[in-house]
Each structure stands twice: as structure tokens, then as C-alpha cells.
């Protein structure tokens, strides 16, 4: 009986000790990561801008003189063509004020043909000697003063006609019509502070963005010339993103930069111009534009390989004896869709670890599976 309880003891034992030696060997147990080799290659980017969109031309649309809107010709959206009638004003006091001063040329050239007549008359006296030079001077001056009458008569009676015809308001461009804001019968004023509508040609379209002083320095130089003009010869299509997320069809060139660094915001302005011959671009939209940056020795890493803490990014990267180190980098702001490119932290050569990050622990050992880039 004794030998039987030692036997059982011994079997006991002997199986608690077998257990700790499964868990220390699962637990020294070394798992394969997947490791990516980096190096340094040519890339791509794309830098983002907010901007807002201006059609080729915007023109206000604005009253000359004052009165209710009689008719209203178009509607809003609506595309008009140069000298289409737009609105018309009430017209009464225009044609009577015209009709006035119609009058009142008649009247002046009716006397300037009597002061006329009375020279003839004067003049004729004066050669028979019967009156004096005098007469003829002052019959000559009632002459002079009767033309200029006419003059002064005849420059009101074409205001009055401009303001008449200022009554019919017509469209100064091709493109498209705005909000309208006032109606038919309201009362408007020449001096108003709200528009009529506004008409733009959109055919093109205008993005305007702005970069800092920095980001224009190291903007420009990426760009072969000697001048701005050149630089900007040589600066590649851009691309836009509407605000729906969705990309336009058609790229845009970028034509000008303000000469001016502003006071007020210490940047320069851009301006690209893009095509939009199916008016899917509207003027003051807001939009996004891509500019592609090439960088000649980019180091990228995958960005499925980077995590974020604290503000920081960090990776892992392989060291001697396949031990697992936590490696701060710095990356660009910019990046593509599926890489960060690596400003410091990483170079050429380095082994990071691009899955599984999350179960990884700083002088973790593992067994690397190199990978390829994508």
C-alpha cells in the first residue's frame, strides 16, 4: 500500500513538472513577423490646398439710377449672352425728363437762329454806316451765348437719354446668373450695397490658394528656371477635388503668383486655371488642389506599419539578434495613399515590421518574414 502512494506521488510530480516545461517553452516560443526592408526611391506626392473657385469673369450687376424693377427677364442659373436684357426699370420720369430737354434744345435753337439773324442784320448796318462796330460786337456776343445755351441744352438732353436707357439693364458677359435677390416691383438704388445678381463666366475657372513664405521658398526651388515666369512654365498639372470628395476630370495649370507678399497674412497667392466647358465648376465654390511633389530619395514607409501616440510616430524596427526596438521617426506632412515618406528616424537599409504591431513589446524577439514593397 505505502509503495502504491509513492508511486502515485512520483506520477504526480512528474506530470506538474512536464506542464512547466510546456509553458516555458511556449512562452519562449519565438513568432515570425513580417519585415520590410527599406530603401530609397523616387516619389511621388501629393500636396493639398484649400481653394476657392472664381469663375473667368464676375460681374456685379448694379442699377445706374434709381426706381422699381418693372420686369425681370431672366432666372437665377439661367445662362445669358452679352447684351441680353436683363432687367427693366420703370421708365415714366426718364421719357418725360428726356421729352423736357428735348424741348428745351428747340427752344435754344430757335433764339441762337434769331441772335444768328440779328448778326446778319447788325452786320449789314454797320457796312452801310449806319450803326456802330458796338451794335455788331454786342449782337455777336447774344450769338455766342445762344450756342453756348444750345450746347448746355443739348449735353442735359443726352444724360437725360443715358439715364432713360440706363432703365434697361443688359448683361455686359456671357455666363451664368446668380441669386437674385430683389424682385419684380421693388425699389432700387443706384447706391445700394446689394447686387442686382451677379453673372459669371465659368466656361473657365479660376482656383486661388495661397502658400506661406516658407512653404513658397521650398515650393518654388523644386522648379528648373531662373525666373518666376520660367519656374512657373515648369511647375507640373494640377489636379482638384471638389468638395464632395470627387476628383475633376480635367487637370488645371497654374498661370500666376502675386507679386506681393501680403502684410496681412504673410503669404503669396496662386492662381490655377482649370477648364470647364460642362459648367460642373461653380464660381465661389470651395475645392481642394493637389499638386504632385516629386521627392528624387524618398524613404517610405507603410503606413499600416506607423502608429501614433502623443502626438509622436513611431515604428519597430529589427535589430541585432532579430530583437524588437520602438523607434520614433518624423514624417512629412504630405504622403500618399498607402506610405508615409520619412523625414528622420529611418534610413535606407532599416528593418521595420509592418503587421501586427499591436502585440509587440520593445526587445521582443521574433523571427523576421522579409516582405516586399507595394
Not at 71 to 88: P, R, Y
Not at 166 to 186: A, H, N
Not at 188 to 196: K, M
Not at 292 to 299: K, M, S
Request: one cysteine or more; aromatic letters at 6%; hydrophobic letters at 40%.
Amino acid at each position: 500500500m505505502k509503495k502504491m502512494h509513492l508511486y502515485l506521488l512520483l506520477f504526480l510530480v512528474s506530470g506538474m513538472v512536464s506542464c512547466d516545461s510546456k509553458k516555458e517553452t511556449a512562452t519562449s516560443e519565438i513568432i515570425a513577423y513580417p519585415v520590410l526592408t527599406l530603401k530609397s526611391e523616387k516619389a511621388t506626392l501629393s500636396v493639398e490646398y484649400p481653394t476657392t473657385l472664381e469663375g473667368l469673369q464676375t460681374v456685379e450687376i448694379r442699377s445706374k439710377v434709381d426706381g422699381y424693377i418693372e420686369e425681370v427677364f431672366i432666372e437665377e442659373g439661367s445662362l445669358v449672352h452679352t447684351g441680353q436684357k436683363l432687367f427693366k426699370i420703370d421708365a415714366n420720369r426718364f421719357v418725360q425728363d428726356v421729352n423736357q430737354r428735348k424741348a428745351a434744345v428747340l427752344a435754344v435753337e430757335a433764339a441762337l437762329e434769331t441772335a444768328s439773324i440779328q448778326v446778319l442784320r447788325t452786320q449789314s448796318l454797320v457796312d452801310k454806316k449806319i450803326v456802330n462796330s458796338f451794335e455788331l460786337t454786342t449782337a455777336k456776343n447774344v450769338e455766342r451765348v445762344k450756342k453756348a445755351e444750345l450746347n448746355q441744352a443739348k449735353a442735359a438732353l443726352s444724360d437725360a437719354q443715358s439715364q432713360l436707357a440706363f432703365t434697361q439693364i443688359v448683361s455686359p458677359i456671357s455666363g451664368i446668373v446668380g441669386r437674385l435677390p430683389l424682385k419684380k416691383g421693388s425699389l432700387i438704388s443706384s447706391t445700394s450695397e446689394t447686387a442686382l445678381t451677379t453673372i459669371a463666366n465659368t466656361k473657365e475657372v479660376y482656383a486661388h490658394f495661397s502658400l506661406s513664405q516658407k512653404q513658397l521658398n521650398s515650393f518654388l526651388n523644386q522648379y528648373p528656371g531662373k525666373s518666376m515666369a520660367e519656374k512657373l512654365r515648369n511647375i507640373p498639372q494640377v489636379n482638384l477635388r471638389t468638395a464632395d470628395g470627387k476628383d475633376y476630370g480635367s487637370k488645371g495649370k497654374i498661370q500666376s503668383l502675386s507679386g506681393v507678399i501680403s502684410l496681412e497674412t504673410g503669404s503669396a497667392n496662386f492662381r490655377a486655371l482649370f477648364p470647364n466647358p460642362d459648367g460642373l465648376l461653380w464660381s465661389g465654390a470651395s475645392a481642394t488642389l493637389q499638386l504632385p511633389t516629386t521627392i528624387d530619395e524618398a524613404v517610405k514607409v507603410p503606413k499600416k506599419a506607423v502608429f501614433e501616440m502623443q502626438g509622436n510616430h513611431y515604428v519597430y524596427t529589427v535589430e541585432a539578434k532579430n530583437t524588437v526596438h520602438l523607434t520614433e521617426i518624423k514624417v512629412l506632412p504630405i504622403a500618399t495613399e498607402q506610405h508615409y515618406v520619412v523625414q528622420y528616424g529611418l534610413a535606407p537599409g532599416d528593418m521595420v515590421i509592418t503587421e501586427g504591431i499591436g502585440n509587440l513589446k520593445d526587445g521582443m524577439q521574433i523571427q523576421p518574414n522579409p516582405v516586399s514593397t507595394k
